[in-house]
């Protein structure tokens, strides 16, 4: 028995799923968003309620069938709710800075990193040193959050980079901390 799997979905208010053939198709006020199912899991829509079941119990489709419900809840949580990472930047004289729908880092290099804004994101800088990437697809905000990540990936010794806010960096001691 797959726990997640035989989890039920319930559709919040405001939010449309339909069912096409192996394609789901889920509405909401943040956007709309589309998956393909695997045609071994089958998907129920019972008013406001999914679900989502599998054929036998082979380990292949035991896999699907978490993965299925998961990518499934995950885009009725993203139209209603939306997704968000955010990104804190650490050492002298590394900033980010907001330019129309671009995001320019100064992150210590001989030039400057612009990334634009990925269809469906939204990158906003409340501070200089805070990043925040928000979006209704949950794969796309964290491959978002990544990229931005590894432009400058925080220093094992010093601590400097750009880390999420919530990843707690342990620092080395470096050559003269064993004396």
Do not use: C, W
Not at 30 to 39: C, N, V
Not at 44 to 57: H, L
Not at 146 to 153: E, I, N, Q, T
Not at 157 to 167: A, F, L, Q, T, V
């Amino acid at each position: 028995m797959s726990r997640i799997g035989n989890k039920k979905i319930v559709i919040p208010a405001g939010v449309e799923v339909r069912l096409n053939g192996s394609e789901i198709t889920v509405k909401g006020p943040k956007a709309s968003l589309k998956q393909i199912i695997h045609s071994d899991i089958s998907v129920k829509i019972d008013g406001n309620v999914i679900t989502v079941t599998r054929p036998t119990d082979e380990k292949n489709h035991k896999a699907l069938h978490g993965l299925t419900r998961s990518l499934i809840n995950n885009m009725v949580i993203g139209v209603s709710e939306g997704y968000k990472k955010t990104l804190e930047i650490q050492g002298i004289g590394f900033k980010a800075v907001k330019q129309g729908n671009k995001v320019v880092l100064n992150l210590g290099y001989s030039h400057q990193i612009e990334m634009e804004e990925p269809e469906g994101i939204t990158l906003d800088v409340p501070a200089p040193n805070r990043i925040l990437v928000s979006g209704s697809d949950k794969q796309v905000v964290g491959e978002t959050a990544a990229k931005l990540r590894s432009f400058r990936v925080p220093d094992a010794y010093h601590g400097k980079g750009i880390k999420y806010d919530y990843e707690v960096l342990k620092l080395k001691e470096g050559k003269t901390g064993s004396k």
